[in-house]
C-alpha cells in the first residue's frame, strides 16, 4: 500500500485504511488522526464541518498541515481525534481497535498496543469519554490492579461516561445478543465449523438455523436445518437433547458470526465501518421541510402475503394511513403516498378498508394490474418526488423513503425486521422499457438510475441510521421485534441474495423497507387485525422519523394515543 505523504508524515505506527478517502493513524504518542481526501469542489470550511461538525476548526486544521496544498483530491487532509464529532471518533476508535465492543454496561476496549506500546488508561479514558482524567473512575470501578496496562486487557469503560456514539453503541449491543461468545471454531474431516451448544428449550430452526445463517424463510430454515442435522447425525430434529453441541458449517454462518480472519466477515466489517460516517446530520425536530414518501406494499390484485385470512395489503394501507395521520397531527413534515385505496382509514376501527381498487399516484396512476410493475412505478415515482424535492430548493437529507410491509418467514420469527440497500447490491445501471413504463411521465423524465460508489455507501449508511431509529422506538414502545438481527442490507432466500427493488433503484439516501411483522407467526398476526396494535407501530414509526431529525419523544404525540 502506497500511502501519500499526508498520512505518513510523522511517525504513524499503525495506518488504517477505513476506505480510498479515509484513512486513520496513530502514532508513538497515541495522537490519533484522521485522513481524508476532500471530495470534489469541496472548501475547506465545508470539510470541516463533514468531519468536526464545526466549520470553526479549520484553523486548526490548516496548521496542523501546515506547507500543505489543501482541498485537492489527491492530498489527505488530517484532523486531529480530539477535534472530530462524534461519529468519527467512533469510526476511528473501531477502525484502531476493532476487537472492541459495547455490552450492557458500556464499551469495553481491548489493549492491543497500536502505538508500539500499551495504550495508557488515560488515553484509553480521553478516548472514550473525551476527558483523560475519567481514568481513575475507570479504574475503581474496573476494579483494575495497576495502572499500567497489558496487551489483551480488557478495560470496560462504564456507559455514563462515555460519549454518546460510544454509549449508544453499548446500549445497542447490550439489547442484542452477544453471538460471539457462543460459538467455537473447530475443524473435522468435513470442513470448518462452527460449534453451538444447544440450551433448554431451543430448536434447530429458530435457534441455530434462523440465528446464525441468516435464513428466515420456511422452506430454506427447514431445508439448511436438514443439512445441518444430517451432519451431525441427527435423525430427529425436534428430539435434540439440551447440551447438545451442533456443527455448524462455516460458509453456512452469517458473515458476523464467522471468525474473526475470515474474508467475508473483514469484508463486511470494512463496509460498515465505511457506511457508518453517513448519519443524519439534519436537524428538524418538528419535521419542517422534510418530505416523507410513505409506501403501502401491494395493493390492486397484489394482495401481498396472505395467511388465515390476513391479507398484507389491506393492513399496511391502514397502516400507513395512520402513519400519515399522525404526521400531519404532530409534525411539519409533508408527505406523498405512492398509493391510494378508495376507502378512508376509520381510525378507531379494527377492520381494515378493501385496496383492490388501489392505484400508484404516477401520472397517469398504475392501477396495479400487475405487482412487479407496480413496484418499478413506485420508485420511479419516488425518483420523481426526490427531482421535485431538489428543484424547489430542498434537499436529499430532508427526504426519507419507507415502505411498509407484512412478512411471510418461518413461524418461528415474529416482529419487526428493517430491509437497507446493501451497498454491493446497488451496482448497475438500469431502466424499465415499455408502454407501462414510457407511458408515464415519472419515467420518461428520468428513464435510466445508476449510483456513484460514494451514492451507494451513503445510502447504506444514512439508511441504517434511520433503520436504527426504528428499531430503538419498536423497542422503547415494547414492540415485538426479530430476535437477533433487525437491520438486513439484503433478503437470502433460495441460495440468493438480493436488496428488494423497491429499495435497489430508488435515489431517496435515506430509505427503508419495513417489515411490521411475520405474517406466518400466530401472535404477530392477532397483533396485526387489531387497531390498538397498529396504532402503537404507527407511533412508533412516527417517533422513529422524529429521532431521525435530531427530536425526542413528543408527549403530545404520547398522549393522543393513551
Ligand atoms: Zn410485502
Redesign the pocket.
Known amino acids: 500500500m502506497v500511502l501519500p505523504a499526508a498520512v505518513v508524515a510523522a511517525d504513524s505506527k499503525k495506518v488504517v485504511e477505513v476506505s480510498g478517502e479515509l484513512r486513520v493513524s496513530i502514532e508513538e504518542d497515541e495522537q490519533v488522526f484522521l485522513s481524508a481526501r476532500p471530495l470534489p469542489g469541496e472548501a475547506l470550511d465545508a470539510f470541516a464541518r463533514r468531519f468536526t461538525d464545526d466549520p470553526a476548526t479549520k484553523k486548526e486544521i490548516l496548521a496542523g498541515n501546515a506547507g500543505m496544498n489543501l482541498m485537492r483530491k489527491d492530498v489527505f487532509v488530517r484532523v486531529p481525534y480530539r477535534l472530530l464529532s462524534d461519529n468519527y471518533r467512533r469510526i476511528a476508535m473501531e477502525a484502531l481497535f476493532p476487537g472492541d465492543r459495547g455490552d450492557a454496561k458500556g464499551w469495553i476496549h481491548v489493549v492491543t498496543a497500536p502505538a508500539g506500546h500499551p495504550e495508557s488508561l488515560w488515553r484509553i479514558a480521553e478516548w472514550f469519554t473525551g476527558d483523560g482524567s475519567n481514568y481513575r473512575s475507570i479504574r475503581e470501578e474496573g476494579q483494575i490492579a495497576a495502572l499500567p496496562t497489558e496487551s489483551g486487557e480488557a478495560v470496560r469503560i462504564p456507559a455514563r461516561l462515555l460519549l454518546p456514539a460510544f454509549r449508544s453503541a453499548a446500549a445497542d449491543a447490550a439489547t442484542a445478543s452477544a453471538p460471539e461468545s457462543l460459538l467455537e471454531f473447530g475443524q473435522d474431516e468435513k470442513g470448518r465449523y462452527a460449534l453451538y451448544r444447544l440450551k433448554r428449550g431451543e430448536a434447530l430452526y429458530s435457534s441455530v438455523v434462523i440465528r446464525f445463517t441468516g435464513r428466515l424463510h420456511a422452506e430454506d430454515v427447514r431445508a439448511k436445518a436438514e443439512e445441518i442435522a444430517a451432519r451431525n447425525g441427527i435423525t430427529d430434529v425436534r428430539a435434540i437433547p439440551a447440551g447438545f453441541a451442533v456443527k455448524i458449517p462455516v460458509e453456512d454462518l452469517a458473515p458476523e458470526f464467522r471468525p474473526a480472519d475470515d474474508p467475508a466477515r473483514i469484508a463486511e466489517e470494512k463496509s460498515r465501518l465505511e457506511a457508518q460516517q453517513f448519519v443524519n446530520r439534519v436537524r428538524a425536530a418538528d419535521l419542517s421541510g422534510v418530505t416523507f414518501v410513505l409506501d403501502a406494499?401491494?395493493g390492486g390484485r397484489d394482495i401481498?402475503?396472505s395467511v388465515d385470512g390476513v391479507e398484507?395489503a389491506r393492513y399496511?394501507y391502514d397502516l400507513a394511513s395512520r402513519v400519515q395521520a399522525l404526521l400531519s397531527e404532530h409534525t411539519k413534515a409533508q408527505v406523498v403516498a405512492t398509493v391510494q385505496g378508495k376507502g378512508t382509514c376509520r381510525r378507531l376501527a379494527d377492520a381494515v378498508s378493501d385496496t383492490r381498487a388501489a392505484r400508484v399516484l404516477t401520472h397517469p396512476p398504475y392501477p396495479l394490474d400487475d405487482a412487479v410493475a407496480g413496484v418499478n412505478l413506485r420508485w420511479y415515482l419516488a425518483n420523481a418526488v426526490l427531482r421535485s424535492v431538489e428543484r424547489q430548493g430542498g434537499s436529499e437529507d430532508r427526504t426519507v423513503f419507507v415502505s411498509l410491509?407484512?412478512?411471510s418467514l418461518h413461524p418461528a420469527v415474529r416482529g419487526l425486521m428493517v430491509y437497507i440497500p446493501g451497498e454491493r447490491f446497488l451496482r448497475n445501471a438500469f431502466r424499465k422499457n415499455g408502454a407501462v413504463y414510457s407511458s408515464r411521465r415519472e419515467v420518461r423524465e428520468a428513464p435510466k438510475v445508476s449510483f456513484s460508489r460514494r451514492e451507494r455507501i451513503k445510502a447504506e449508511g444514512i439508511s441504517r441510521d434511520l433503520a436504527e431509529k426504528i428499531v430503538r422506538a419498536f423497542r422503547a414502545a415494547e414492540l415485538p421485534l426479530h430476535a437477533y438481527q433487525p437491520i438486513r442490507a439484503n433478503v437470502i432466500r433460495g441460495g440468493r441474495e438480493w436488496v428488494p427493488a423497491i429499495l435497489r433503484y430508488n435515489r431517496i439516501p435515506a430509505r427503508v423497507l419495513v417489515?411490521v411483522c411475520n405474517l406466518n407467526n400466530p401472535e404477530d398476526r392477532k397483533l396485526l387485525v387489531t387497531r390498538a396494535y397498529r396504532d402503537r407501530v404507527a407511533q412508533a414509526l412516527v417517533s422513529a422519523l422524529v429521532s431521525f431529525y435530531g427530536g425526542g419523544p413528543d408527549r403530545t404525540l404520547r398522549a393522543s394515543l393513551k
Request: glycine share 20%; net charge negative; no cysteine.
Open positions: 406494499g401491494h401481498g402475503a398484507e399496511v410491509h407484512a412478512d417489515e
